[in-house]
């Protein structure tokens, strides 16, 4: 039975059973083809625009749709691990005009006294080298661009906590490049372990730094909350065998009003882990 019937003199000539969910059925089917179909790196990245604060022009950089994210397992340290991308090598922003380059959550967030250190001591030996960007960044582009961050952040004396979660930044770009190599036929063993140094010659700084921005600075550190850093803290220093400072912290956590009880059943977990060191030293 033709339910349309009757509209011929309209001139709609409408043949067939109707369907009206017969887009939406379609729809579905191409939704989930594609979300059958195994994601890949350039599935989440996307152009987006911002204006430089040091020299008022606008550009377009590489990003990550967050929105599309599927998260995985964080690392030990609280390293944030997502389906098929390493978020971490579009983490810096670098303006292709003056040279400015900061970590994507303080790019903007800069006072007038260090615009001024940026324009006289980073931007005049700022040397351009890319005409246009890459599809896709592979480690050793994005450490090159955390590094310009990092001695753009030293220049502009920026404070303690940014310059940490930048050294840190390298340092889990380099443990991904250093996880893409060993996974790699043929790679050259001199490269891993000259990339195993500089790992953690960054790691270290890393941890210094937090260390002591956790006593002489405000929270949170930039962008992230006391809490966060102090159990990111506890796990590098029982990396680094520091066990007295990773047990006075993780003793803290424990005790704290405002750490959740993941964190603090994590502590918990952490403790007995430097016990056991400890004993077994």
């Given at each position: 039975?033709?339910?349309?019937?009757?509209?011929?003199?309209?001139?709609?000539?409408?043949?067939?059973d109707?369907?009206?969910?017969?887009?939406?059925?379609?729809?579905?089917?191409?939704?989930t083809?594609?979300?059958?179909?195994?994601?890949?790196?350039?599935?989440?990245?996307?152009?987006?625009?911002?204006?430089?604060?040091?020299?008022?022009?606008?550009?377009?950089?590489?990003?990550?749709?967050?929105?599309?994210?599927?998260?995985?397992?964080?690392?030990?340290?609280?390293?944030?691990?997502?389906?098929?991308?390493?978020?971490?090598?579009?983490?810096?922003?670098?303006?292709?005009?003056?040279?400015?380059?900061?970590?994507?959550?303080?790019?903007?967030?800069?006072?007038?006294?260090?615009?001024?250190?940026?324009?006289?001591?980073?931007?005049?030996?700022?040397?351009?080298?890319?005409?246009?960007?890459?599809?896709?960044?592979?480690?050793?582009?994005?450490?090159?661009?955390?590094?310009?961050?990092?001695?753009?952040?030293?220049?502009?004396?920026?404070?303690?906590?940014?310059?940490?979660?930048?050294?840190?930044?390298?340092?889990?770009?380099?443990?991904?490049?250093?996880?893409?190599?060993?996974n790699?036929?043929?790679?050259?063993p001199?490269?891993?372990?000259?990339?195993?140094?500089?790992?953690?010659?960054?790691?270290?700084?890393?941890?210094?730094?937090?260390?002591?921005?956790?006593?002489?600075?405000?929270?949170?550190?930039?962008?992230?909350?006391?809490e966060?850093?102090?159990?990111?803290?506890?796990?590098?220093?029982?990396?680094?065998?520091?066990?007295?400072?990773?047990?006075?912290?993780?003793?803290?956590?424990?005790?704290?009003?405002?750490?959740?009880?993941?964190?603090?059943?994590?502590?918990?977990?952490?403790?007995?882990?430097?016990?056991?060191?400890?004993?077994?030293e």
């Amino acid at each position: 039975m033709n339910l349309l019937s009757g509209l011929e003199k309209f001139g709609f000539s409408l043949d067939g059973d109707l369907d009206i969910l017969a887009d939406e059925k379609k729809q579905t089917e191409e939704e989930t083809k594609t979300s059958a179909k195994p994601k890949e790196e350039k599935d989440f990245i996307i152009d987006k625009k911002c204006k430089c604060p040091i020299c008022d022009k606008p550009f377009v950089y590489r990003g990550v749709a967050t929105t599309r994210l599927k998260r995985t397992e964080p690392d030990f340290d609280l390293k944030p691990n997502f389906e098929a991308v390493d978020v971490n090598k579009y983490d810096a922003i670098c303006c292709p005009y003056c040279g400015y380059s900061a970590l994507s959550n303080t790019f903007d967030k800069i006072d007038s006294a260090r615009m001024k250190l940026v324009r006289n001591e980073f931007c005049p030996k700022y040397k351009p080298q890319y005409e246009d960007l890459p599809e896709l960044f592979t480690y050793e582009f994005a450490v090159e661009k955390m590094k310009l961050a990092l001695v753009c952040c030293m220049m502009k004396k920026g404070k303690l906590a940014e310059k940490s979660y930048t050294c840190l930044k390298i340092a889990w770009l380099r443990r991904g490049q250093i996880a893409e190599l060993e996974n790699t036929e043929g790679a050259d063993p001199k490269e891993i372990e000259a990339l195993k140094k500089e790992y953690e010659g960054f790691y270290r700084q890393a941890y210094d730094g937090f260390m002591k921005a956790i006593a002489t600075e405000t929270p949170p550190f930039c962008g992230l909350p006391s809490e966060t850093v102090e159990f990111m803290l506890a796990n590098m220093g029982v990396y680094f065998k520091d066990y007295e400072n990773a047990g006075k912290i993780v003793a803290r956590l424990i005790q704290s009003p405002t750490a959740n009880r993941k964190m603090k059943d994590k502590c918990v977990d952490l403790k007995d882990e430097i016990t056991a060191a400890l004993k077994s030293e």
